[in-house]
């Protein structure tokens, strides 16, 4: 009963993904078409960021800012890198996925290392040797086997994705290690624990992008569309020469609103 409650809400969003899926999903060509940078759900897109906007204002912000004030910066590192050493299954998984046998060799020692080494992951002692951290997603694979993007969505709290991106969370959450051994072994708080350390942690790398974000565009949902999609694919195309979209300075858009997500990512060392 415990593992039905728990999945229960992913059960929801995969049917949801399932039905839209045969008439958004296009190949890579198509994706390059017009129809690609349209935004067909726009209305309810907004309505949902809206109501992000406002929990980050009511609770999430404030949340994060209490982390801060509470919790010294050494430690919310160590946080993000046990966090991020549990996604380490997944990881793996998608690099083999994706046929990128060399990643998934560095990730299979990454998380040997710092399972060991690290202290169960709190501490990143594989970057210390020189293995670097990168991530993957079964969207990103999808991506990789030539499934279009389909149409951008916004999820509640979880912000900017798309079809394909939202389907490929359903399956990495659904395949992950961690929470299907705490749902197999009625653990329900280390679940809950898990999800609300992964929010505040990504809020907190985030937040200030975003509140940049808000104060110095006129039209912040635009913006954070095309930021999103030009990030996507620089990850899908391993372009470690375009920051991820939590380390992003927010461009000034009231001086460009001409972004658009047909902008390719900026060349390797470029910004």
């Given at each position: ?18 039905v839209a899926a045969p008439a958004a999903w296009a190949g890579p060509a198509a994706e390059d078409d017009a129809a ?236």
């Open positions: 009963m415990r593992l039905r409650a728990t999945l229960t809400p992913l059960a929801g969003l995969a049917a949801l993904l399932l690609a940078a349209a935004d067909p759900l726009e209305p309810i897109n907004r309505q949902v960021h809206a109501f992000n906007t406002d929990m980050r204002a009511l609770f999430i912000g404030p949340t994060v800012v209490v982390y801060r004030g509470v919790v010294p910066g050494y430690a919310r590192n160590r946080v993000s890198d046990f966090l991020a050493n549990l996604r380490a299954p997944v990881v793996f998984a998608n690099d083999l996925l994706q046929g990128e046998f060399g990643r998934a060799a560095e990730t299979f020692a990454r998380f040997g290392i710092n399972t060991t080494v690290g202290l169960f992951g709190s501490h990143d002692a594989a970057a210390e040797m020189g293995i670097p951290a990168h991530d993957e997603d079964f969207g990103q694979t999808l991506a990789v086997w030539g499934v279009g993007s389909g149409p951008y969505l916004v999820l509640p709290i979880l912000g900017p994705s798309n079809l394909r991106d939202a389907s490929g969370f359903v399956a990495d959450a659904a395949a992950d290690v961690p929470n299907r051994w705490a749902a197999n072994t009625g653990r329900d708080g280390a679940l809950y624990a898990r999800a609300g350390g992964v929010v505040v942690d990504e809020y907190d790398r985030v937040l200030d992008t975003l509140t940049d974000i808000e104060e110095s565009s006129l039209d912040p949902y635009a913006a954070l569309r095309s930021l999103y999609r030009q990030s996507r694919r620089a990850a899908i195309a391993n372009d470690t020469g375009f920051e991820a979209l939590e380390t992003l300075e927010a461009p000034d858009f009231d001086m460009d609103m001409n972004m658009d997500m047909d902008m390719p990512p900026p060349a390797s060392g470029q910004r």
